[in-house]
């Protein structure tokens, strides 16, 4: 197992995490990411990374088998409206590329909401900031490295 930048930062504040490896090859979606862990889709967060009117970035974290609410999404934030970030500008911006991009180890902090389904669960699941790997760890051990909120931000 390689270690990722955002598995060096949980290792530096001594969280307690598990990784998972999967074959990228065979899970594109995040639906399939969960299939490929053995793990039911609401512990498997993806990260999503949006752009304000105000040209404020933001990162949210939702549940695989969820859509961002892009109006709920603004709402948290306190913007007018928030878009998703072109994939091309993925890479300049947080230093990760689509489909492993991990809300630790970014190249700047931003603001970060994470589905209020988390705060229920024991667990979340979330990129390890590369392709094909993993981190599970708590909501509240997250909150140690990530300063987050919770809000309801998934269609309904």
Wanted: proline residues 3%.
């Amino acid at each position: 197992m390689i270690k990722t930048n955002a598995m060096r930062i949980l290792d530096k504040s001594k969280i307690e995490y598990k990784t998972y490896e999967y074959d990228s090859s065979k899970a594109i979606s995040g639906l399939e990411v969960a299939q490929s862990l053995n793990q039911d889709p609401k512990y498997v967060y993806k990260t999503l990374v949006t752009v304000a009117k105000s040209k404020e970035h933001y990162v949210f974290l939702v549940p695989v088998a969820e859509e961002l609410d892009l109006k709920k999404a603004a709402l948290a934030v306190g913007e007018k409206s928030v878009e998703m970030l072109k994939q091309k500008d993925l890479f300049g911006l947080t230093g990760y590329v689509h489909g492993g991009c991990s809300p630790l180890g970014m190249k700047k902090l931003f603001t970060t909401v994470i589905d209020i389904s988390a705060q229920n669960i024991p667990y979340i699941i979330f990129s390890a900031g590369k392709i094909g790997y993993q981190i599970q760890t708590t909501p509240q051990l997250l909150k140690q490295v990530i300063d987050y909120k919770l809000f309801d931000i998934t269609i309904s």
